[in-house]
């Protein structure tokens, strides 16, 4: 599976933007996805997460009532909706694909190449 993150950008607090992941291979229906995000400084970290057909999604204490993800087998695409953005969710955002254990730790088996969130005060 190949993955190509694209949305972010600037935005001011309280802005919103949304992030999308495109998935190249046959098995993108039948694996689970999840978003985590690395800031200067700190460990990268598990934002969000979706089952292979949508009907669980997990999230971050830091993400809960703020985020969304979603995904579109059809079209072999994961999003994640970012609402109410903080300057504290700066990062590199990466998708991800089949993970090996517990969706929070970025032991997963596919990444992306990552796409800038930059949040001004």
């Known amino acids: 599976v190949q993955l190509q993150a694209s949305g972010g950008g600037l935005v001011q607090a309280g802005g919103s933007l949304r992030l999308s992941c495109a998935a190249s291979g046959r098995t993108f229906s039948s694996i689970n996805m999840g978003w985590f995000r690395h800031a200067p400084g700190k460990e990268r970290e598990f934002v969000a997460g979706?089952?292979?057909?949508?009907?669980?999604?997990y999230y971050a204490d830091s993400a809960k009532g703020r985020f969304t993800i979603s995904r579109d087998n059809a079209k072999n695409t994961v999003y994640l909706q970012m609402n109410n953005l903080k300057p504290e969710d700066t990062a590199v955002y990466y998708c991800a694909a089949g993970p090996r254990g517990v969706y929070a730790k970025p032991d997963w088996n596919y990444w992306g190449q990552g796409t800038q969130v930059t949040v001004s005060s």
């Open positions: 979706v089952s292979w057909s949508g009907g669980s999604t």
